[in-house]
Nanobody, 128 residues
Framework: QVQLVQSGGGLVQAGGSLRLSCAPS????????VAWFRQIPGKEREFVAA????????YYEHFVKGRFTISRDNAKNTVDLEMKWLQPEDTAVYYC?????????????????????WGQGTQVTVSS
């Protein structure tokens, strides 16, 4: 069973930056569309960003556009989420997710159901 292993995250002041990384325990990652979601306690898990298998197409939720960047290095088998200009409302547990399907636009990649694999979650805390 393939598992997604996350790294990065932590505590940062408002306006600061953090990077999250996601990698599969085995298997080539370039077969997967990969996304990041986040969950605030008491709220539903929400979509943050996604990237196509080739890395050509990226998708962002409106509240992170211009601040977060999703990227992948298929040679290194990793997908990263670079987060800049972090705000206290970005505080959440962040999850990477992967699915073997191709991407079919923003409304498609925002859905949680198609994602087969999920990382363990990483806490991101932004202090004011």
């Amino acid at each position: 069973q393939v598992q997604l292993v996350q790294s990065g995250g932590g505590l940062v002041q408002a306006g600061g930056s953090l990077r999250l990384s996601c990698a599969p325990s085995r298997e080539a990652f370039d077969r997967y569309t990969v996304a990041w979601f986040r969950q605030i306690p008491g709220k539903e898990r929400e979509f943050v960003a996604a990237i196509s298998r080739s890395g050509i197409r990226t998708y962002y939720e409106h509240f992170v556009k211009g601040r977060f960047t999703i990227s992948r290095d298929n040679a290194k088998n990793t997908v990263d989420l670079e987060m800049k200009w972090l705000q206290p409302e970005d505080t959440a547990v962040y999850y990477c997710a992967a699915q073997l399907r191709a991407d079919y636009g923003l409304e498609d990649v925002r859905r949680r159901d198609p994602y087969d694999l999920w990382g363990q979650g990483t806490q991101v805390t932004v202090s004011s």
